[in-house]
C-alpha cells in the first residue's frame, strides 16, 4: 500500500491506494477559487487538482448535506439548513428559495427531493415529509409510502404519474424497478416500456432502496454484486450498511474517518481511500452517473474527487438481435361487427454474447380487399401506427371487408425484426343461405302441417322473416301476408292444422348480426284435400267409410260412367286421393271440361295413395271424376294446387 496527500494544509486530502494498476490517478476537482496554499499551488484556481468548494456567503460557512450530480452541486448551511448551489465550479452560488429543515435532501440526475416545513416537494409532486419519500436512481423515479404501510407508491417524476405500487424493499434505478421476486431471482421491470428482466442471483439475497445503479446491483444478505445488464460474472462484497452506490463503484467510511472506493468494474475490486471526512459523515455520489463523489470534509467544507481510476465499464458486443414475435392475434377470422382487433408480443432475445436493449418501438400495416372475389390491395402503413408503444390496434371495417394485419418490432439498440406472417380478419359481408325448407307433403292428408327452416352463416344468424298467403277452395292464390310476429324472429318452424281445400304457401329470409340480408327463400306450399263427401255424385255411386280414408269416408263409383263432380275449383295441378288395391278400376279426371288424366287404382295391396296429375295452366271450372272401368273405384278426396310445388 502507499500514500500520498495531494495538498497540503487542514484542506489537504489523504489518498491511499490499494492494488491499483499503473496507469491508475486519482483526481478530484475543486469547484471554487481557494487559496492556493490549501490545494496545489501550481494550479490557478479554476484548475485545481483537487480540494474544496468554498460554501456560500463567507469562506468559513460550514455545510451539513451535500449532492452532486454532473456539474451541479448542492449543499445546506449546517445552521439554517438554506438550500445552495453551483453549477460552475463554485464560482457562483445560487440560493434555490428554501430549505432542508427535517431530512437529508436527494439529488439524482436533473430531480432534487427537498423535505421542507413538513412538506417532501420533486419535480412538482409533494408529500408529508413525515412518510418515507425515496429518489431513485437517475431521479426518473421516486417512491411514497405512509408509515407501516404494505406497498410504497411509485411515481414518475416528469409526468407526475404513478405508475404502480410495490412492497419494499425494492430498488429504483433509472425507470426500472427491480424486487427479489423470489428466492434466487431479481427481476426488473421497466415501467417506461414494460419490458421484464430476470438476473438469478443466491437465493438468500434482497435488494436494498438504492442498491442499484447503471449495471450493478449490490444486494444485501448474501454479499453478492451482480451485472444487471449482463455478462459479467458476480463480484463477492460486504459493505457498510450507509454506504453509497455510484456507477461503477461504493463508496464507505472507514474506522478511522476515511473514505473507501471499490471499483466494481474491476474483477479484483480494487480499492482506494480519500480522506479524512467530517463526522458525522455527509457522503454522496454524482447522481448523474460519472464516476465523481461529493462529502464534507472535518472543517464541513464540500469537496468533489473524480474517480478517474476506474476500470471501464465492461465492453458487451452490442445487441445484434432483432425482437422475435411470440404471440399475435385478429381474433376470429370472421366478425360479427365492423370493429376490429390486432393484438401481439414480442421478445427481444437474451444471449451472454449479445445482451438484449429490450422492446423499444412497434410498426403496424394494413392489407385489404372489399369483399372476397376482389383482390387485396396494396400494403398500407398508416402514419399513427408507425413507432407504436402499445402492443395492440384497432380498427373500424366496412362490412364485407377483409383485413390483414402484419406488424414488426425494433429494439432500443436499432434492430428491427421482418414483417410478421399475415393475421386476418373479415367483417361478415355474406348472406346467411338456406340449408333446409321443409313441409311436408304437398297434399297434407294427416294433421298437423309443420313448416320448418334452417340457415347457416359465416357468424351466426340473428332474426328471419316469414310471409305466407292462401287461396281459399275455388279462388287463386292472394297476396303475401306480412304477420308482425314473424318479423325478425328467432322461431325456425310454424305448425298449424290445415284447413280442408285451402292451399297454403311459405317464403323465409334470414339476417345476421351485421344485417346482412338473404334472398327469399322458395315458394313451398301445403294443401289440405277436399273430402269425397264434398262433391256430388252421379250414377251407380256409394258413399262408405274406411280406416284407411282421409276423414274417414270413401265414395266407390261402382259402373262405368258414375261420377263425382264440384263446381268452381281453382288450380293449376289436380291430386286424387283414393284407395288402391286388387280389384280396383280406373278413372278419368277432367277440370273445366278438359280431361287431365287417367288414373288406375288397381294394385296389389289395399293402401291411400295421392296421385299427382300432370301440370296444367291455371284453370278455374268444374271438375269431375268419371269411372271408365266396370270394376269399382274407390275415391277418398282430391286437391287443387294453386301452383306447383
Request: aromatic content about 6%; some cysteine.
Amino acid at each position: 500500500m502507499s500514500t500520498g496527500a495531494l495538498g497540503s494544509g487542514a484542506e489537504g486530502v489523504l489518498v491511499v491506494r490499494l492494488r491499483v494498476k499503473a496507469a491508475a490517478v486519482a483526481c478530484a476537482i475543486a469547484l471554487v477559487p481557494v487559496l492556493a496554499s490549501q490545494v496545489m499551488a501550481a494550479d490557478p484556481p479554476e484548475h485545481l487538482g483537487e480540494g474544496v468548494l468554498v460554501t456560500p456567503r463567507t469562506p468559513t460557512a460550514q455545510v451539513g448535506d451535500v449532492g452532486l450530480s454532473g456539474a451541479r452541486v448542492v449543499t445546506t448551511d449546517r445552521t439554517e439548513q438554506t438550500l445552495w448551489e453551483t453549477s460552475n465550479n463554485g464560482a457562483t452560488w445560487t440560493a434555490t428559495g428554501g430549505t432542508n429543515d427535517t431530512k437529508p435532501f436527494q439529488l439524482e440526475g436533473t430531480s432534487l427531493l427537498t423535505f421542507q416545513a413538513g412538506t417532501a416537494k420533486v419535480g412538482g409532486l409533494t408529500f408529508p415529509a413525515a412518510d418515507e419519500v425515496i429518489l431513485g436512481k437517475g431521479g426518473k423515479l421516486v417512491s411514497h409510502r405512509t408509515p407501516n404501510a404494505a406497498t410504497a407508491e411509485v411515481y414518475d417524476v416528469a409526468t407526475k404519474t404513478k405508475l404502480a405500487d410495490y412492497a419494499p424493499p425494492f430498488a429504483m434505478s433509472d425507470s426500472t424497478v427491480w424486487k427479489v421476486t423470489d428466492p434466487g431471482q431479481l427481476t426488473g421491470k421497466d415501467l417506461a416500456t414494460g419490458t421484464v428482466k430476470t438476473v438469478l442471483v443466491a437465493s438468500n439475497c434482497a435488494v436494498g432502496r438504492d442498491r442499484v445503479n447503471g449495471r450493478w446491483a449490490l444486494l444485501n444478505g448474501c454479499g453478492q454484486v451482480v451485472d444487471v445488464k449482463g455478462p459479467q460474472a458476480p463480484r463477492n462484497l460486504t459493505v457498510a450498511a450507509d454506504s453509497e452506490l455510484g456507477n461503477g463503484f461504493t463508496v464507505q467510511t472507514t474506522t478511522d474517518q476515511n473514505l473507501l472506493v471499490t471499483d466494481l468494474n474491476d474483477p479484483d475490486l480494487g480499492q482506494r481511500t480519500y480522506g479524512p471526512v467530517r463526522q458525522p459523515a455527509a457522503i454522496r455520489a454524482d447522481g448523474s452517473g460519472l464516476a465523481k463523489i461529493v462529502y464534507a470534509d472535518p472543517d464541513s467544507k464540500a469537496r468533489v474527487i473524480t474517480l478517474s481510476w476506474l476500470t471501464a465499464d465492461p465492453q458487451q458486443r452490442p445487441d445484434t438481435v432483432a425482437p422475435v414475435l411470440t404471440s399475435a392475434s385478429a381474433g376470429d377470422r370472421i366478425r360479427d361487427n365492423t370493429s376490429l382487433s390486432f393484438e401481439w408480443a414480442y421478445t427481444d432475445p437474451q444471449d451472454p454474447n449479445s445482451p438484449a436493449t429490450g422492446v423499444d418501438l412497434y410498426d403496424l400495416r394494413i392489407q385489404q380487399r372489399p369483399n372476397r372475389t376482389s383482390p387485396y390491395g396494396a400494403w398500407n402503413q398508416v402514419p399513427s401506427w408507425q413507432g407504436l408503444k402499445t402492443t395492440g390496434a384497432s380498427y373500424t371495417a366496412a362490412i364485407g371487408t377483409d383485413t390483414c394485419w402484419q406488424v414488426r418490432a425494433r429494439d432500443y439498440a436499432g434492430n428491427v425484426s421482418a414483417w410478421s406472417t399475415s393475421y386476418c380478419s373479415e367483417v361478415d359481408g355474406t348472406a346467411p343461405t338456406l340449408q333446409t325448407l321443409r313441409i311436408g307433403d304437398r297434399v297434407a292428408v294427416t294433421a298437423p302441417v309443420t313448416f320448418r327452416w334452417a340457415y347457416k352463416d359465416d357468424t351466426d344468424v340473428e332474426s328471419y322473416d316469414v310471409v305466407y298467403k292462401i287461396a281459399a277452395p275455388g279462388v287463386a292464390l292472394g297476396k303475401w301476408i306480412y304477420p308482425p310476429i314473424w318479423q325478425n324472429t328467432k322461431i325456425t318452424s310454424i305448425t298449424w292444422t290445415p284447413r280442408l281445400g285451402w292451399d297454403e304457401c311459405f317464403l323465409v329470409r334470414s339476417r345476421d348480426y351485421l344485417g346482412n340480408l338473404s334472398a327469399w327463400s322458395p315458394q313451398i306450399c301445403a294443401v289440405a284435400p277436399q273430402d269425397d263427401r264434398a262433391l256430388t255424385s252421379a250414377g251407380s255411386v256409394t258413399r262408405s267409410t274406411s280406416t284407411l280414408a282421409f276423414q274417414g269416408t270413401t265414395s266407390i263409383l261402382k259402373a262405368n260412367g258414375a261420377y263425382l263432380t264440384k263446381t268452381a275449383e281453382a288450380g293449376a295441378r289436380i291430386a286424387l286421393v283414393a284407395i288402391h288395391g286388387p280389384g280396383q278400376g280406373r278413372v278419368d279426371i277432367y277440370h273445366a271440361n278438359i280431361k287431365i288424366g287417367t288414373v288406375s287404382l288397381a294394385a296389389t295391396t289395399t293402401a291411400r295413395k295421392v296421385t299427382y296429375l300432370p301440370i296444367t295452366p291455371f284453370r278455374t271450372g268444374a271438375v269431375k271424376i268419371v269411372s271408365t272401368s266396370t270394376a269399382p273405384a274407390t275415391i277418398d278426396g282430391i286437391a287443387f294446387l294453386r301452383v306447383n310445388p
